[in-house]
């Protein structure tokens, strides 16, 4: 087996300050947190964190400011093994940064802030990289990026993955004509689409010409439908708790790097949700993200098959 293209994701950088708390309060008042960490954050760049851990090769084209919130959140991609060279500083912007608490069950309240002037022309981007690539990603927060990248992966017959979330607004018309896997957050799925049911929902985006469409559901797994009419639920991992932030940026990313492989949906989905399980498993959107080997293990100890043999021989 030959070495697999990069995969490019496209939007969102941040940096994160965790708060871990026993329990949200009834009403506004002082809390003592258990414990703190700061760490990079933004739903792109977790998802190319993700890729990056599990050894495979990506770039992130995105933006930050010129400013020390920019520089730690740069620091921690290149830590990380992400490709940073298409990540521009834009003098007199901010970086995008959140305060997550976090209370024992896992669950978590984000806070984050956007410079909104951030400038949004994407004319500087190597869309040509693209036609080299195996995916491409968006988070959906860098609009301008996202169509003309989306644009062009359509010429050159490269897969693209939208990642629908209420963080990243309405797509275009283009943006989802030119979507090979839509996967969405529930409240994702409910601001682009109508009718009653998640299966109803998903088929509209399916009648769109996107060829996998699906949703992530927390503890309730995975749902998606192909354009041949497929149904396919993959039920989540059952593992201790303990943030679920950057769950679905861990899906989204385990997704992209299994598809860059050339696997089925099924396989995509079961390598996606076993990423965000693990990743659920630490403090913080990616200190949890596995590496090959620790992704390959829990597979085999939970349901007693782990990775294709394919993409073993490659990373023995």
């Not at 093994?81 to 309240?109: C, F, M, P, W, Y």
Request: glycine share 12%; charged share 20%.
């Amino acid at each position: 087996m030959g070495p697999t293209p990069k995969i490019i994701a496209i939007g969102h950088t941040a940096l994160d300050s965790i708060y871990r708390i026993a329990a949200f309060p009834q009403k506004p008042m002082k809390v003592r947190a258990l414990e703190h960490v700061e760490a990079g954050g933004g739903s792109a760049a977790n998802a190319a964190v993700a890729i990056a851990r599990l050894g495979g090769e990506v770039q992130l084209w995105s933006r930050i400011g010129s400013d020390e919130a920019g520089q730690r959140a740069l620091a921690a991609l290149t830590l990380a093994g992400v490709d940073t060279k298409h990540i521009r500083e834009h003098v007199g912007s901010r970086t995008s940064t959140s305060v997550i608490i976090v209370d024992n069950q896992g669950e978590a309240l984000v806070v984050c802030e956007r410079d909104h002037a951030m400038p949004g022309n994407p004319g500087w981007l190597p869309l040509n990289d693209i036609a080299s690539a195996g995916a491409v990603l968006s988070d959906m927060t860098w609009h301008e990026a996202t169509s003309e990248a989306f644009r062009y992966a359509a010429t050159v017959n490269v897969p693209t993955i939208l990642d629908i979330d209420v963080a990243g607004g309405l797509p275009s018309r283009e943006i989802l004509e030119n979507t090979s896997c839509a996967i969405a957050s529930a409240g994702g799925l409910e601001l682009i689409t109508h009718g009653d049911g998640q299966l109803d929902r998903l088929g509209q985006l399916i009648e769109r010409g996107i060829r996998h469409a699906g949703v992530t559901l927390g503890r309730d797994g995975y749902l998606c439908i192909s354009q041949n009419g497929a149904v396919l639920r993959q039920e989540a991992f059952k593992e201790k708790t303990v943030d679920t932030t950057g769950a679905g940026d861990a899906f989204h990313g385990g997704f992209a790097w299994a598809l860059n492989y050339g696997l089925e949906d099924a396989e995509c989905a079961r390598v996606g949700a076993a990423v965000a399980a693990l990743n659920c498993s630490r403090l913080g959107a990616r200190a949890g993200l596995p590496t090959f080997s620790e992704l390959d293990r829990f597979l085999k100890a939970r349901s007693g098959r782990g990775i294709t043999t394919g993409i073993l021989r490659k990373h023995s």
